[in-house]
């Protein structure tokens, strides 16, 4: 069974840090470029990082650069968000997903990614 499980998130102060865990069962992430996603209350859901597949290409939304970094472990099979700096915008609950194959890009659009996982709630507040 093909799934993706995210853990790590939780509650934070501004200013802390979290780190999400994405990992992979029933496929190997090695041929997969990983994306994270989030949706806000009341907003649409938003691309927030990427990595790709051959060389580790990482991608970020502007919002994001600087404070959050996105890494794989194609060995355990996981892929990881490290979110330093967090702001009370950063609360949403923060999904990953998998896309097949695609070399050394990857996707900001959702209807790329081929699979989901059910999400982790952020909340940043004081």
């Known amino acids: 069974q093909v799934q993706l499980v995210e853990s790590g998130g939780g509650l934070v102060q501004p200013g802390g840090s979290l780190r999400l865990s994405c990992a992979a069962s029933?496929?190997?992430?090695?041929?997969?470029?990983i994306g994270w996603f989030r949706q806000a209350p009341g907003k649409e859901r938003e691309w927030v990082s990427c990595?790709?597949?051959?060389?580790?290409?990482?991608y970020y939304e502007d919002s994001v650069k600087g404070r959050f970094t996105i890494s794989r472990d194609n060995a355990a099979n996981t892929v990881y968000l490290e979110m330093n700096s967090l702001k009370p915008e950063d609360t949403a609950i923060y999904y990953c997903?998998?896309?097949?194959?695609?070399?050394?890009?990857?996707?900001?659009?959702?209807?790329?990614?081929?699979?989901w996982g059910q999400g982790t709630q952020v909340t940043v507040s004081s």
């Open positions: 029933g496929f190997t992430l090695d041929y997969y470029a």
């Open positions: 997903a998998a896309e097949r194959g695609v070399g050394y890009y990857c996707s900001k659009v959702e209807i790329e990614y081929d699979y």
């Open positions: 990595i790709s597949s051959s060389d580790g290409s990482t």
